[in-house]
């Protein structure tokens, strides 16, 4: 059974971003969730079903629903990393269609910042990584500079067309006055930020932000009644095909290739038809694997497509357009705020960064180490 149009996103917020020392996962969420419930137009008693994500060996789902008083009738916490929100949209969908639940939040907050519980250059010690750990891979960031280099070795990829594309986001970001980083940035500071793992360096990495974020999606009733334009889910695909690098089949290729292709069967629409594209950047190489595996571009041609300012203002393919994960912030998991950014584009409420006539708009998360990917498309009446 398809999902189109099973469900709308109708209201959508962030909390504070970038340093929050006063305060905690929780109040971030709720700071969240009362400002997108507050954009559709709804109250929390009119919360029917819940989603979260967090940290392993933790019980999210239950801590925040205890916090906010808030008993659903459906919940779900998949946690498969930074692409888990884009699981949870095709979740609610599927839930609001079998009539489990009418009005959903989806939910993160992180306050890794702050309290400097997360480091993206890290070795781990448990065993899932045991092929990786003890020759002293750092994850995330030495896996996804395996998946660069490879690229590099086998299609001739660059690092200046990876600092094209930070350079780029970063144009974005100084349009968006809620972004970490608004400050001017040249390819040449990009390449001498220092190396993180080679072919990687600093500014290739996403940034280290504290915030959380909500997304209201409710049943296509509720959201004919509501103020605002709904936003609908048009298609989506989801997939996992690892958990450790080392396990990768091939380094060149995502779980986007089928995730997106079952979203673009789904929606009835092509690549050409699209508006805005908000596609995860943890790191540079992770949105020009995305574009490949998408069908964007070919393999081997993302260096290309992503270079010359081409994904920029102005650009003739507008790419995250807030600034995305390298720019406007990055609490741990980011892929909640590729939905904010692409309901705000798509009803119109970005002000400079404003694209013209916005009506289809792709998301697409990443989580793990190139493991799992959802890719979303939206769109409005």
Known sequence: MSLKRACA????????????????????????MVAALADAGLQKSDVDGLFVSGPWGRLPGLQ??????????????????GASFEFHLGHAAAAIQAGLCKVAVILYGST??????????????????????????????????????????????TSEQLADLAVSTREWARMNPKAYRREPLTREEVLTSGPIATPLNRLDCCLFT?????????????????DKPPV????????????QISEMRDLTITPAACSGARAFEMAGVTHADLDVVEIYDSFTITVLLTLESLGFCKP??????????????????PLNTNGGGLSYC???????FLIIEAVRQLRGECGDRQLADAALALIS???GVLSSNSTCILGVE
Do not use: C, N
Not at 219 to 224: R, V, W
Not at 300 to 317: H, K, L, Y
Not at 330 to 336: E, L
């Open 9 to 32: 996103i109708a209201g959508v917020a962030e909390s504070r971003l970038g340093v929050v020392p006063d305060s905690t996962v929780l109040t971030l969420q709720a700071e969240a």
């Open 64 to 81: 925040i629903a205890e916090y906010l008083g808030i008993q659903p009738s459906y919940s779900d916490s998949t946690m498969v990393g």
């Open 112 to 157: 890794q910042r702050s309290r400097a519980d997360k480091y993206i250059f890290q070795i781990r010690d448990d065993l899932g990584y045991q092929y990786e750990a003890p020759f002293g891979l750092p994850t995330p960031v030495g896996s996804y500079a395996l998946a660069a280099s490879r690229h590099f070795a086998e299609y001739g990829t």
């Open 210 to 226: 504290d915030g959380g974020a909500a997304a209201v999606v409710v049943s296509p009733d509720i959201a004919k009644t509501l």
């Open 232 to 243: 609908w889910l048009l298609g989506q695909g989801e997939s996992v095909s690892h958990a």
């Open 300 to 317: 081997g041609e993302g260096g290309a497509f992503i270079s010359g300012g081409r994904t920029g203002p102005g650009g003739e393919f």
């Open 330 to 336: 990055h609490p741990g998991q980011y892929g909640i």
């Open 365 to 367: 998360g990443t989580g």
